[in-house]
């Protein structure tokens, strides 16, 4: 037992040795102590009350997780797996100041001892509270054994859920992300954001620090993560299932779903059932969004928040992935050229958590989504233009481009096989002749109805919007 400690040891003098010749001597921080106590800036406009029928802009929250580089490989090549991500996550901060869109980057604990480790903390002091950006944590169940907690870089992977280990996850993981923070000038309670965590226990209110507990960190998380594939932020528990729980207007927690799913490649992601996540699929989900947002204002459904998020990993941004950076500055700049800042404002989780408290405040004591079925495990999202999205979702259809005529604007689409569509949502001079653009019979899918193969000379398009499809291709949704 005493030669295996003394290894240790000397693995662990070694490591350290390896890390002070790669980034040379550790330097004091010259800590700016103006930014110590600052509040997190809110992405709403002061003068938005939530008290009328026009919506707020759609928040586009961009989360980058920052997974684990310590559990897997040689000491060597979690280095150059660390040096290779840090390089993509300083890429998109440069993206971000080009395209002015804001970051919420949530890391896991392997990622921070690296940072720490080689004094790269300046990197986040723009992800501090006040800043641009903001930085929180996303939990992978990765901890160290009492044996490893004096060697550099060791970690052990607990299968999810890892209940067991679940408090240790989040000591450990805490104890390094939240240096951080206390590097930066900072306090580490100002660590408030958990977007996910793969350790799981009975109590997560107490691993989130708030019911009693003995947790060995003072990190109180009130903003978490909610349920993929919908718009609007909400209270929840997170002692239950994300899939299954309700809406809990009691709870500390504010909820903040992402809309959509992890850009950069078409597969499964989460427990969810994430599938398409390239950009015309991310397109095309954020004009389903809007289209959404339309009729509310058009309508005169009573303001709320609303949310579109979407997420990335470093890995798919190294330096050989120059397709999924290109896509990713096509998305930005597809955004900013195609949609008004009343429109679209690019915000961090806690900006939409602010936003929602504000909405809370004029309207209290009353859920953000309505309970449509109470046997019905969830929240469930009341999309009033839901005949249209479950179309354009059940056939896969993707976006390929956007045109205008006049105030109407044409959102085309299509799937893998040549099934075309088209979505025209009016503007306030409807003269659009749909002949143009289809030759035959076109099933119309609108708010309220479904009429099977119609002459598309015969369509008028009026005050509502129309989802036009090639007809005997479509699969039509009777109900939700």
Request: hydrophobic letters at 35%; glycine letters at 6%; a positive charge.
């Amino acid at each position: 037992m005493f030669f295996k400690e003394k290894i240790r040891n000397i693995i662990a003098i070694l490591c350290l040795t390896l890390l002070t010749t790669s980034c040379g001597v550790k330097k004091k921080f010259d800590i700016d102590t103006t930014l110590n106590n600052r509040s997190i800036k809110n992405d709403l406009k002061e003068d938005f009350s939530f008290t009328g029928t026009v919506q707020p802009a759609i928040d586009i929250i961009f989360n980058v997780h920052l997974d684990p580089v310590g559990t897997e490989g040689s000491l060597y090549e979690r280095i150059d797996k660390y040096k290779q991500h840090r390089a993509a996550l300083q890429w998109l901060t440069q993206l971000a100041e080009q395209e002015k869109f804001k970051i919420t980057a949530s890391m896991t604990g392997s990622y921070a001892e690296f940072v720490v480790s080689r004094n790269h903390e300046k990197d986040f002091r723009r992800f501090m509270p006040g800043e641009k950006h903001i930085l929180g944590t996303h939990l992978h169940a990765e901890y160290k054994k009492k044996e490893d907690r004096v060697v550099p870089f060791h970690w052990t992977y607990a299968p999810p859920p890892a209940a067991e280990n679940a408090q240790q996850v989040f000591t450990d993981c805490l104890s390094y992300i939240n240096k951080i923070f206390l590097n930066l000038g900072y306090s580490e309670t100002d660590n408030h954001l958990l977007h996910g965590t793969q350790a799981h226990a009975k109590n997560m209110r107490a691993l989130y620090g708030a019911s009693r507990n003995k947790n060995a960190y003072p990190n109180r998380f009130d903003i978490i993560e909610g349920k993929r594939g919908y718009y609007h932020p909400y209270r929840s528990n997170p002692n239950t299932n994300l899939m299954t729980a309700k809406e809990e207007l009691h709870q500390p927690f504010i909820a903040i779903p992402s809309a959509s799913y992890i850009f950069g490649y078409n597969g499964p992601h989460g427990p969810e059932g994430m599938t398409y996540g390239t950009l015309p699929y991310i397109q095309r989900d954020f004009i389903l969004e809007y289209l959404e947002w339309r009729y509310a204002n058009k309508h005169n459904v009573k303001a709320k928040p609303w949310v579109f998020g979407f997420g990335i990993h470093p890995h798919q941004l190294l330096e050989d992935s120059l397709d999924t950076r290109r896509s990713l500055e096509l998305f930005f700049k597809w955004i900013n050229s195609n949609f008004a800042t009343n429109t679209v404002n690019y915000a961090t989780l806690p900006g939409s958590s602010d936003k929602y408290i504000k909405w809370e405040r004029v309207n209290a004591g009353t859920n953000m989504y309505r309970d449509i079925n109470p046997e019905q495990d969830g929240v469930q999202a009341d999309i009033k233009t839901w005949r249209i999205h479950n179309a354009v979702k059940n056939n896969n259809l993707h976006y390929t481009a956007t045109r205008k005529i006049k105030s109407t604007e044409i959102y085309e689409l299509a799937d893998k096989n040549g099934l075309k569509a088209m979505l025209i949502i009016p503007g306030k001079q409807n003269d659009v002749k749909m002949g143009l653009f289809f030759q035959n019979k076109v099933d119309c899918i609108t708010v309220s109805t479904t009429e099977i193969g119609i002459d598309p000379k015969n369509i008028v398009i009026t005050e509502e919007p129309v989802l036009l499809v090639t007809h005997h291709q479509t699969e039509i949704p009777d109900t939700k």
